[in-house]
């Protein structure tokens, strides 16, 4: 699968509104075929922090996420609320799940 994480550092005037303003950018990732999830954090420590965690399929199903519509339109609409531009981590790792954290197991 195709793992990612971005920062996002939002301008003040749009930190409580941040989910509102990707909400359609979210909604049509999420019903990508090939996305596994696409999930938005908030940092506890800084409110201007958003975390986004997504993962795709394979990397064709991350390319067709790049090159559709909905992500250019996605990232258009961010633009004028970000401080500085988005930091991201992209990696190809084995698997399609999350895996389970043993050092922490419950049975």
Known sequence: MIFIVVKFDVL???RDTWLELTKEFTDATRAEPGNL???W???AENPGEYLLVEAFRDPEAGSQHVN????R???ESMRPALSETPRIINADIPGVD???M???EIS
């Not at 559709?68 to 992500?71: I, Q, T």
């Open 98 to 100: 999350w895996s389970r």
């Open 68 to 71: 559709g519509d909905h992500f």
């Open 12 to 14: 003040e005037e749009h």
């Open 102 to 104: 043993g050092e922490l």
């Open 41 to 43: 954090f908030r940092s």
């Open 73 to 75: 339109r996605g990232l």
């Open 37 to 39: 999830w696409f999930d």
